[in-house]
Nanobody, 112 residues
């Protein structure tokens, strides 16, 4: 399994970005997927997750602003990030379930 994350960039406060994580292999639809983020000097934390059945979970800090979704036909999980804040600045990683399969990370910088 390989995970390829993309979609990061520089955005002003209040702006939006959509991250994508494309998976290889045939087990994508059978697994939950999660987005994590890691800011400099901080631990990597779960931001949002979606189970194989579509159940959603969000960190309190992003509830109401971020939306996770998946397209099993495209083997892709998305993270729509709206109303971005400077404190959302981090490297964002996707992960398959609780496995050791991680995407390579994509930088999100929120700054004016």
């Amino acid at each position: 399994v390989q995970l390829q994350a993309s979609g990061g960039g520089l955005v002003q406060p209040g702006g939006f970005l959509r991250l994508s994580c494309a998976a290889s292999g045939s087990i994508f639809s059978l697994n939950g997927m999660g987005w994590y983020r890691q800011a400099p000097g901080k631990q990597r934390d779960l931001v949002a997750s979606i189970t194989s059945g579509g159940s959603l979970n969000y960190a309190d800090s992003v509830k109401g602003r971020f939306t996770i979704s998946r397209d099993n036909a495209k083997k892709t999980v998305y993270l729509q990030m709206n109303s971005l804040k400077p404190e959302d600045t981090a490297v964002y990683y996707c992960r398959m379930g609780k496995s050791n399969y991680w995407g390579q990370g994509t930088q999100v910088t929120v700054s004016s």
